[in-house]
């Protein structure tokens, strides 16, 4: 939990917030089925939970059609990154950047230093031809990708996805994979190249895809079993609460609402991104379920007196005052954000 300091990411607003466009989680809320399983759960709540999350992990290994000894489920993604770099204890790893924020405070927690190769807001927020060159020349022994990113919302292209991975397997160099958002972006992931390449980990989580953010619940695929062992070894036993596991395992199975809500992103996004560049405001584009966008640096105070919170990307290395995030929600609440944003404007 954080102590006394300021939450660095979304979600954290005011009761006064009507709109919380700060978290980029599913429009449709809680899956249905993993909402009635998680309540389901709490009726045996004076019992541990499995510390193997044994339902679970064959849940994940038949969705994701790997071996469930490939398998490490966790209290939520963020968990996992800390478990994974408490493991390897890297010296230097790398980074694009703007990104997620959480590999770097995790290489800090375990003395490593993080080198950032910067993303250009005229290239689209997309790598250049030369970056596989720079990961070769580099002393990183991890290299951190988050694909759709976080908070750029791009995919990152096959070919180059094709490279990093050719050359961080001559190289010795882990290649950890965020793909939270593939499912609800619906792009191609790197999970077919886990059997050839064990220095590959993929990162996912139900937080974002199934809408269950509060219950924390994350898993990680690697063919590296040692990896994946003492990666467990450094969490708490009993990490996965009951409902958690529940919910986790009816989800998986709900394909009716997951494909809903890609077939809802997909339509409001272009909707939401045309309506704010109406508005007045620079928005990149996006395969994800959020966008991210520039405009005044008084803008996000201005739109929270009125409900709505965007989640300021000030923060973020590479970005600066004026830049936002904004989830793609349902269109009547995009439609309230794009009525906001013209009066503000």
Sequence with gaps: MYYQSPNPHGGDVPDNIQYDFSVNTNPLGPSPAALAAARGALEHMDRYPDPRCRGLVRAIAEYEGVPE?????????????????AA?????????????????????????????????????????????????????????LCSPNNPTGRLLPPETAEALLQTCARRGIRLFVDECFLDLAGGEGMKRHL??????????????????????????????????????????????????????????????????????????????RAALEAAGLRVWPSEANFLLLRGPEALGAALRARGFALRDCANFPGLGPGWYRCAVRTGEENDALARAVSEVL
């Design 195 to 272: 059997g050839a390449f064990p220095g590959l980990f993929i990162l996912k989580a139900f937080t974002k895809t199934y809408g269950m953010a509060g219950l924390r619940l994350g898993y990680g695929l690697c063919a590296d079993e040692a990896l994946l062992e003492a990666m467990a070894r450094r969490t708490p036993p009993w990490n996965v609460s009951s409902a958690a596991q529940a919910a986790g395992i009816a989800a998986l199975g709900d394909r009716e609402y997951l494909e809903r809500a890609r077939a809802l992103i997909a339509a409001e996004r272009p909707r939401l």
């Design 69 to 85: 000894r490939w398998v490490l489920c966790g209290s939520g993604a963020a968990e996992l990154i800390y478990a994974c770099c």
């Design 88 to 144: 390897l204890r890297p010296a230097a790893a790398m980074e694009l950047s703007p990104t997620f924020s959480e590999y770097a405070a995790a290489m800090e927690l375990w003395g490593g230093a993080m080198e950032r190769c910067p993303l250009s807001p005229e290239a689209g927020f997309l790598p250049d031809a030369g970056f596989p060159a720079a990961v070769e020349g580099s002393g990183a022994r991890v290299l951190f």
